[in-house]
């Protein structure tokens, strides 16, 4: 089995086929979808026509299911969603809000923290991402 992206508000299975599907919405109100690569540390995203993001704009993600935010609450720079792999282990990834920014984070069961991507230096693994998974 693949593993499956979830929604923390609904679990609504939010991935398909290799990509994850967000709602998205930017600062001037364009929304639309964002496909976003589902193998961790891949950038490589997809727009849907109705969303044209500038780079460094950060941008408001929502459960395409639900409708909930998906921002993180402690921190405007990021948003959040669940993973469930292969063998059912639970983690939290935690996504850059900044259109551009290549920065993803792994939090697990065990509250262990991996990085992916660049700049990574100007984020300290704050108390919050402990947060993210019970
Ligand atoms: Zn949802």
Same mark, same amino acid.
């Given at each position: 089995? %693949?593993?499956?992206?979830?929604?923390?508000?609904?679990?609504?299975?939010?991935?398909?086929?290799?990509?994850?599907?967000?709602?998205?919405?930017? %600062?001037?109100?364009?929304?639309?979808?964002?496909?976003?690569?589902?193998?961790?540390?891949?950038?490589?995203?997809?727009?849907?026509?109705?969303?044209?993001? %500038?780079? $460094?704009?950060?941008?408001?993600?929502?459960?395409?299911?639900?409708?909930?935010?998906?921002?993180? %609450?402690?921190?405007?720079?990021?948003?959040?969603?669940? =993973?469930?792999?292969?063998?059912?282990?639970?983690?939290?990834?935690?996504?850059?809000?900044?259109?551009?920014? =290549?920065?993803?984070?792994?939090?697990?069961?065990? $509250?262990?923290?991996?990085?992916?991507?660049?700049?990574?230096? =100007?984020?300290?693994?704050?108390?919050?991402?402990?947060?993210?998974?019970?």
């Amino acid at each position: 089995m %693949k593993a499956s992206y979830i929604c923390p508000h609904c679990k609504g299975v939010i991935n398909a086929d290799n990509n994850i599907i967000l709602s998205a919405r930017t %600062k001037n109100n364009n929304v639309g979808l964002v496909l976003l690569h589902e193998e961790i540390g891949n950038y490589s995203s997809i727009c849907s026509d109705s969303i044209k993001v %500038k780079k $460094k704009e950060i941008v408001d993600f929502f459960c395409p299911i639900c409708h909930e935010s998906l921002n993180v %609450k402690e921190d405007e720079n990021f948003a959040k969603y669940l =993973r469930i792999d292969e063998n059912l282990e639970e983690s939290c990834i935690i996504i850059s809000r900044e259109y551009g920014d =290549r920065i993803t984070f792994r939090v697990d069961k065990n $509250k262990q923290i991996d990085t992916y991507g660049e700049k990574l230096s =100007r984020f300290i693994n704050p108390e919050w991402f402990l947060k993210c998974i019970d």
